[in-house]
């Protein structure tokens, strides 16, 4: 049998007196297929609790409709609040399309059209699928760094007004197909923030996914032509990871299909999300010096705070000055030369910690916009106080510098 597919719109609403109608259609199906009046207990024909998964019930059979996996107390809850007396009741999910299938109907316009014979009960459901519909879905094509340094698409519907998002992330193959992973998103908004959790089928049940935190704004994000925001998850590989993300509207669900499935990243996505990622190895260390394959090197690292008074020269000119200071207490660096401001800096020990890398970005009354000085590392474990280097980057008038670099260097 095919696979049942999800509709677009995340939540179908319909009266008691249809529902009432759905579910003993539901049950009288159940009974005949199976050919059993009656079961003793309703945990065993729902199929959730204690219950026998050899012996007929409703899970088994609506699961052999969607081919993935089917809560079987999610019928059951629903009939207690038919119970209740509530007027309106909301399908979610695959249930929405199964339970009508399951009785032969497409969907619950035919359902209604053909099962409710009540003129005014079939009025007022065909009216409130109507305006259930009038709510708009918005597509967008969703961009971060994959696991295999490229950027990874997906495609992103969004439902219900905002409070539900799928995405369905697609994987390119050599082949040429796709290789797709599908979570559904509920999403809670909190002042100028979307803070959207997720759920995948995996092992024959739903479990948690990823998060996403989206910054909207105050405004309508259906406005937004694009929104940037951060996912963590688990990738593919089992990582503990965190990536920057771009979701970028489209005007219809078939320009989101034809922009995800093809090749081209756009030049303004690339520049943004290359390298942005963190990952977390699968360890749980034991030692300070396991957390990571740099570990072994904070002996060094703790050597880096201190002052660092810089002397460039280019073709043995003296061409300018720059110095800094590294807090011994929280790495921060701080500039010392006047009139100079850091909007980045970045530094790190590299081959194997033999060296250390700085890299800047200056503003004010600078004479070089970017720096990165390269110095060996075993000056600071000798504790010298003149160290050589070298520096490349861009003075103020962006013209390509390098040259070597003398550092007098005070320990913090």
Known sequence: MEKIKTPESNTLYITAYSFK????????????????????KVTQL??????????????????????????????YDKNRELQTGKPILKLNGFYKVILFQYIGYEDVNAFAQNAIEDHAEKSKQLNLISSSNSEKTYYYVGYYYGEYKEIVKAQITVLNDWKNLEYRYLYPQKDGSFKEFLYYGTVKKRADILHVRTKTLMDGRMVEGGESILYIG????SRSAFIIGVLSAFDINNKVIAVKTIHEKCNSKEEMVSKSLTSKVPAYI??????????????????????????????????????????LHQNEK?????????????????????????????????????V?????????????????????????????????????????ENRLINGQVEVSYESA
Not at 321 to 334: A, P, Q, R
């Open 21 to 40: 109608i759905l579910l003993n259609k539901v049950l009288e199906k159940f009974k005949t297929t199976h050919q059993v009046p009656a079961l003793s």
């Open 46 to 75: 729902y199929g959730f609790g204690n219950y026998n998964p050899q012996l007929p019930n409703l899970k088994q059979d609506l699961e052999k409709l969607t081919h993935g996996f089917v809560n079987g107390k999610y019928l």
């Open 218 to 221: 105050y405004g309508d994000p």
């Open 270 to 311: 690339a520049q943004e999300l290359r390298n942005v990622r963190i990952e977390n190895d699968a360890v749980i260390p034991n030692d300070k010096l396991e957390i990571s394959p740099n570990s072994p090197y904070s002996i060094t690292y703790e050597k880096i705070p201190g002052k660092y008074l810089c002397q």
């Open 318 to 354: 003296h061409i300018g000055d720059f110095s800094f200071l590294i807090n011994s207490n929280t790495y921060k660096i701080t500039p010392l030369t006047s009139g100079v401001l850091i909007n980045r800096d970045h530094f790190e020990l590299i081959q194997n910690g033999s």
């Open 356 to 396: 250390i890398h700085f890299s800047f970005r200056l503003t004010g009354i600078a004479l070089f916009s970017r720096l990165e000085f390269f110095l060996k590392t075993y000056y600071l474990n000798k504790g010298e106080k003149n160290i050589q280097g070298v520096f490349s980057g861009l003075d103020i």
